[in-house]
């Protein structure tokens, strides 16, 4: 069974910095893909930030949205991800869910998804 556990949100002010962290657990699992999307009240789910794995040369995406004020982080040997947030604005709040496209032993290649970490930027 593969499981994402987010951890890391909470209530910050306006300008202030969280770290979010995902750790994906499973039986040898490859991450190809790992990163994180949110989604607000009454808005779609979008894209924050996302790495690539080694295997294919190492990358990263950024929504244009959070650009120069977040970065992504991969710890391979721990199958985690970290995601800095710094200068948070209010239109940041919202639920953060880790994302990871893995495969596991003698399994497909599938997409998987945490529970989600709800982050609040409010004065």
């Known amino acids: 069974q593969v499981q994402l556990v987010e951890s890391g949100g909470g209530l910050v002010q306006p300008g202030g910095s969280l770290r979010l962290s995902c750790a994906a657990s499973?039986?040898?699992?490859?991450?190809?893909?790992m990163g994180w999307y949110r989604q607000a009240p009454g808005k779609q789910r979008e894209l924050v930030a996302l790495v690539a794995s080694l295997t294919f040369g190492s990358s990263t995406s950024f929504a244009d949205s959070v650009k120069g004020r977040f970065t992504i982080s991969r710890d391979s040997a721990k199958n985690t991800v970290y995601l800095q947030m710094n200068n948070l604005k209010p239109e940041d709040t919202a639920t953060y869910y880790c994302?990871?496209?893995?495969?596991?032993?003698?399994?497909?290649?599938?997409?998987?998804w945490g529970q989600g970490t709800q982050v609040t930027v409010s004065s």
């Open positions: 994302y990871a496209r893995l495969k596991q032993r003698l399994s497909s290649l599938d997409d998987y």
């Open positions: 499973g039986n040898s699992i490859t991450i190809y893909r």
